[in-house]
């Protein structure tokens, strides 16, 4: 009952993160209000807006104007139950638990506005610390560890930062500073290195195929998240 419970809810506020991603960065309301479609604005009935059963019902069109749902939405509904059970058969509810699924669903949620807008908002990276830091509080952490994480992270992302300016946003940047102080140096700059293994091989297929145009900007969050997603699983 309880993997039951996890898988829904989890699903549900992945649906949520989604919308709040798209919608907070042109400050559009999504708290209280019906959803509508992105297209054309009409609102949509409860049965069109169940998570991962609403996008094979519809084979992926809107049901009001037959354009695509995007494809992202309905792998994200589907890897987040996965990935919630998967943490949870591994932690339980242990303080890594709690901060896998903090990270998991504000990178979720900067996903979705950096492939939008290219954008990584201020104020949600600082409600993302004091969450991590709440959790690192009433699990009792070491403070040692985290200044020391903390340190590191800074000057070394900072210093790439400097260098190699052109490739890789601010924003991008206090991402990893936030996942490699709480989850230690180490893993963050595991998950900073995937990331840039697994963007430059899709850039470069882009390229290749001429998808992208060349000097053209794109997200690096997407890559960062999967890369969490993979390190956070592997990595004990």
């Not at 946003?169 to 709480?182: A, E, N, P, V």
């Not at 997603?229 to 592997?234: A, M, N, P, Q």
Request: proline fraction near 5%.
């Amino acid at each position: 009952m309880l993997y039951f419970l996890l898988a829904i809810y989890s699903t549900i506020f992945m649906s949520f993160v989604q919308v709040a991603g798209e919608c907070f960065p042109i400050r559009k309301s999504f708290l209280f209000r019906f959803s509508e479609c992105n297209y054309c604005q009409k609102p949509l009935a409860f049965y069109h807006i169940i998570p991962i059963c609403s996008f094979l019902f519809l084979k992926g069109k809107s049901k009001c104007c037959g354009r695509p749902i995007p494809l992202i939405y309905f792998l994200m509904e589907l890897i987040t139950p996965m990935y919630t059970l998967l943490i949870y058969i591994q932690f339980s509810f242990s303080y890594p638990f709690f901060v896998y699924c903090i990270i998991y669903y504000f990178l979720a949620f900067f996903f979705i506005t950096d492939i939008f807008y290219l954008y990584v908002p201020n104020a949600i990276l600082s409600l993302f610390v004091c969450m991590l830091f709440l959790f690192f509080i009433l699990f009792n952490q070491p403070w040692l560890d985290l200044i020391y994480s903390g340190v590191m992270s800074g000057l070394f992302y900072l210093l790439f930062f400097s260098i190699f300016r052109k490739g890789i946003g601010l924003g991008d940047i206090k991402i990893l500073i936030i996942l490699s102080t709480f989850l230690g140096f180490k893993m963050g700059y595991y998950i900073f290195f995937l990331a840039i293994i697994l963007g430059t091989i899709i850039l470069l297929t882009a390229l290749l195929f001429k998808k992208v145009k060349k000097n053209k900007q794109v997200p690096f969050v997407p890559y960062i998240y999967a890369s969490f997603l993979l390190v956070s699983i592997l990595m004990k």
